[in-house]
């Protein structure tokens, strides 16, 4: 089941890609029909789940035993949300109107595949797998930047990729570097987790963590290691920024709770201060840049670190003591997973809908446009409520996660906590003046034909606003899900 | 003392290699002009009765036989199949290409003979059959790398390989006299237990003379300044075989060579170290400003090469050394074929502008591209990534994790001149007219290598199985 999600996308791309040409309509009703099969299968498998500390539904096949290398995928609490966030935002993305310059083979074909790797990186329960469907990402996405980029596209997307395959190498020596501490040598998670095969000091034990923390930093991104964000989100098609800021940038999340918060728990209990201080500044300097934006693509790529900023900062209090503090640390992590989650959801709503101004206007910038609320009601109405959701309204996904984050991390890190919650407040800022500059305000004249969001493009939102709501006014089921997972990480 | 006695029967690939180079050779003397062409068939068939006679190698009861100066290890096995395999791939990818060429049947003679000579290279265990090896697969390539004679690039080509090579191989001879003055041996077996008591500093020389040699042959630093001029102006399917067969070899007998000196440390560890990372870094410094994609490949070649040396520092000191350095050298040798091979198909065109577009007007020639580029910067689930995760594992295992290191911020540097090929490829828009493509040969030695890097990337449980067992004499 788990492996038919992968593999249903996977064999879909090519054969899209071998479609006719000109079979424009047939390319697109393929292409979309097959990215909605993970979506369904992630709704048998989110049933059949039963919750607990270890994964499941576990499909294993020896790959290169020689290597000790398994072909292994299972879920857990922590991926299976990340599974289902993917699963949604692929479809949705891929659903969304974007001109594709003739080209519809090659796009789906690449969303298709990036769909595979992606929830490849999130199932797999073996580092050789997980480094493979990791770098098959980045593979796919500079593609989808480079080809239906705008601006300056083909420099942003080589600069997406020479950064984050920096990471990805660094990531690949970490990845060897543990493989070769474990005895008999092998790439198993859960062997791993189970064994952690490191001590907690030793140099050897830090340069390996030195190296998942920059694949990891870089991926999230967290400052200093974002340059790459900006320019990537703002070149990109507006579902290629959905799917890298709700998809791609949760594999670095997600890696710093698999591999570096299981898998070498006393070492990350050591540098995990110094990670909540890199996520604080995250914060901070996410929002005090976003703050001076006036490209509208710019302000939500910095929001983006910011929020990114927030959940380290839970995972890094999950993991800063050893023991003790089980139920702070427990939320913490909680909160760090729905956040994820949460940030998936709305940013992938605020990317498709610049990329929907963008198709309108021709332009991001914010002091262009004014009054567009007045035209575009269902536009304006979206970007309300994602924004609003983004600066952690009450009621909506993100405010859930926000205080689950902050309320863990208080009795680990309470400074720390009060610093953050100033990038927060900057937050709020900064998207009531973007819906200000944006929506409200006088129609300008030349916006007076601004269609307002097609059936298409209000159908998505719907599909990813309706479930933020769902989640900030009922979180439980989520919570319960990746609590199971995470009470057995902190050692409750 | 390992010997082995002298049977013909190990050596029956190189025997076949050799009677079939010579009859190759009386058949384009007497054939007609028009039936010159069946010297190419002919020359396929040689190369995979050779293949097939490694049959009577496998499983040899000693690593070594001919007394000892001869290896029929694993890695003699693996060394001959891959030199083999490329040779019938440069094969293909000449049959059109030289189409024209009234000479063109004693050109799979020379081929021939320069693969006996890598041959010979990856099994020599004695210091006198290394010189042999060198010295064959030399001569033969000099003339290989003229082939075109009235093209004043391949004969600058030719000059610059041939000068570099004779004094290559002239530093190469001193340190085989000065080993063996030490050793008083030039058997490696014997090596090993004689130079123990030798001098450091004499056999540092001694070593580094040799090394000289055979980096010319590996094109790796110091004598690599051929591999660029051959790569853009010898015959662009000799230009695929000559920066890969001979590095083969040479790789096989540097490791063979490093193995044979004594267990105390004499310092060639941190030598070859030395060499794998100037000359990684500096291919690829050199092959980000190029704009001929022929050139490219060249750099991007000498780079290569220095990836697979961390597999000669790691020796000994990880088990994953000597499979990592034959599957890795295989990836490659692929993926150099496949490189070349789509220049072949489009009738050598080199300048990386007359790429743009090729995704839409050639779609499997660009996807080619894909496929090579990514495989040499080691990107799953191609063979070069399962090479290289080998290779960055013995060297981290050996105690050099700088060296993987630096190697795998290579890997990201190498990234961006491939892009600068692949991205003109899918993002430009195409001329106006299309590029001529060469015929059903080049096509098969374009994909055919292609397809492997795929293959052995996903399934590589049975390669990596089998070479896991690979013995190194004298290791």
Redesign the interface.
Known sequence: MLTAMIAVPLLGAFVVAFLPRERTVLIRRLALGLSFVPLALTLVVWLRYSGGPLPQMIESV??????GVGYKVGVDGFSLPLVALSALLFPVSMAYPLDLLGRER?YYGFFLFLEAASLGVFLALDL?LF??FW??S??GMY?VI??WGHGDA?RSA?KF??YT??GS??L??AI??L??STSPHTFDMISIIQHPPLPGDGLRAS?IFLGFVIAFVIKSPLAPLHTWLPPAHVDAPGPGSAILAGVLLKMGTYGFIRITLQMMPDTFRRYAFALAVLAVISIIYGALVSLAQSNLKRLIAYTSIAHMGLVVLGIAAAGGVLVGAVDARRIALDGATLGMVSHGLITGALFLISGSIYARAGTYEMDEFGGLASKARTMGLATVVAAFASLGLPGLAQFVSDVEVFVGAFAIYPVLVVISLVGMVLLAALFLRMLKKVFLGPLRERWQSMRDLDGVETAVMISLLVPTLIIGVFPAWLINVIDATARAVVGG | MSSGGMSLRSVLPEIVLLIGALGILLFALFASRRAQRFAAHLSLLVLAASAASTWFVVGASEPTTFFGAYAVDGAAVWGKLIILATTALAVLLSYEWFAADPRRGELYTLLLLSALGAVLLAGATDLMEMVLGILLSSATGYVLASYHRRSARAAEAAMKYYLLGALATGFMVFGVVLLFGMGGSTLFGALRVSLGGADAWALAVAVGLVAIGLSFKIGAFPAYAWVPDVADGAPAPMAAFLTAAPKVGALIVLARLAAALPAADVGWRPLIAVLAAVTMTLGNLAALRQDDVRRLLGWSSISQAGYALMAVVALGRSDLAVPSLIYFVGAYVLGNLAAFGVVVELRGLADRHLYNGLSRTRPWLALTLVVVFLSFVGVPPLAGFVGKLGLFAATIEAGYTWLAVLAAANSVLSLAYYLRVLGPAYLGQPGPEVAATMGRWARMGTYVPAAALLVLGIAAQPLWHALAGAGLFPL
């Open positions: 020896p790959w290169i035993p020689a290597l090659t050789f480094f493979v770098d098959l980045l593979v593609f480079a080809i083909a080589i990729f020479i395959l920096t190498l660094a690949l020596l060897i570097g493989y070769l340069l």
